[in-house]
């Protein structure tokens, strides 16, 4: 049961850097991970080439869970600071995109809320200002 080990690769081009960073934002804001995506990747910015580097050693590793080619495509794209910088710019505007329905919907309920507490508690009070005159 020998696997082969794929060839590393050097260099990727705009397009593939265009949808490794699609596909990457798109998987953590879809999850609802958009706020602690972007604080990691912020956080990473300034080491972003060590933290390509480290993915690089553990390569061999990581070709047991992950896709050897996508692996290296993200460790290469986290090299370029400008790919990490429009990463976190897709984030947020996918998570902005994919959110807001839920949060309207979620702000609406809260509205709901408070008018029928507002409903209960005018009720309330009301009926005992009639019996008390």
């Known amino acids: 049961m020998k696997k082969q080990h794929q060839e590393i ?15 990457v934002a ?14 990691l990747l912020e956080s990473l910015h300034p080491l972003h080439g060590i933290a390509s580097q480290a993915m690089y050693f553990i390569l061999p590793f990581a070709e047991m869970v992950f896709d050897s080619q996508k692996y290296q495509t993200f460790a290469l794209m986290l090299q370029e600071g400008d790919n990490l910088k429009r990463l976190i710019k897709r984030i947020d505007e996918l998570d902005e995109e994919i959110n807001r329905e839920r949060r309207a919907q979620s702000r ?21 200002d009639r019996s008390a005159e």
């Open 9 to 23: 690769l050097g260099s990727i081009s705009p397009d593939e850097a265009n949808n490794m960073i699609e596909k």
């Open 26 to 39: 798109r998987f953590i804001a879809e999850r609802q991970l958009g706020s602690a995506g972007i604080l």
């Open 108 to 128: 609406l309920r809260t509205k709901r809320r408070k008018n029928k507490r507002r409903a209960f508690f005018k009720k309330l009070f009301s009926k005992k």
